[in-house]
């Protein structure tokens, strides 16, 4: 497990240890038997060698359907919330030299939007606003909490 622990996640520049937040602890918590679709759609991805931008967009559909259903800010919390602990499970499981291509993904889900309308692509979350998925809401609080659990 330590040597899968051993990886950073680049994102425009800024690097995340992501092996300083995932821990044993963390994985009888968040993780479930099941994996969840942006899992499964960020591992068949990464093992078919997917062009990033098909994949970030793979990534995105479900929390996409719930912006479009118009969902409630808590449905909307859960899509984003279960996609980012599927980043973080999947960077945890992928050795550093392989994470490449992830963070390719992960630089083009920043690039994908909701709408064709700018500001349609912007939600409230916690009585702030975010652009999704440019400002990649919620990663930081998932990120902090998979943190948290480790401690």
Excluded at 4 to 28: F, M, Q, R, W
Excluded at 36 to 44: F, R
Excluded at 129 to 145: A, T, Y
Aim: proline share 7%; glycine share 4%; hydrophobic share 40%.
């Amino acid at each position: 497990m330590a040597d899968k622990l051993n990886l950073a996640l680049c994102t425009c520049g800024v690097h995340v240890d992501v092996a300083s937040l995932y821990t044993e602890a963390y994985a009888p918590s968040i993780r479930v038997k099941m994996p969840s679709p942006e899992q499964e759609s960020l591992a068949a991805s990464l093992a078919s060698k997917q062009e990033p931008r098909s994949a970030a967009s793979s990534f995105t559909e479900p929390a996409r359907t719930a912006f479009a259903a118009r969902a409630s800010e808590s449905t909307i919390i859960s899509a984003l919330s279960r996609g980012w602990y599927s980043l973080i499970d999947v960077a945890a499981d992928t050795p550093h030299p392989s994470q490449g291509p992830l963070v390719d993904i992960v630089q083009a889900v920043q690039q994908e939007s909701l709408t064709e309308q700018e500001d349609a692509s912007e939600c409230t979350i916690w009585g702030d606003e975010f652009k999704v998925w440019s400002d990649m809401p919620l990663l930081g609080p998932c990120m902090r909490e998979v943190w948290n659990r480790g401690v």
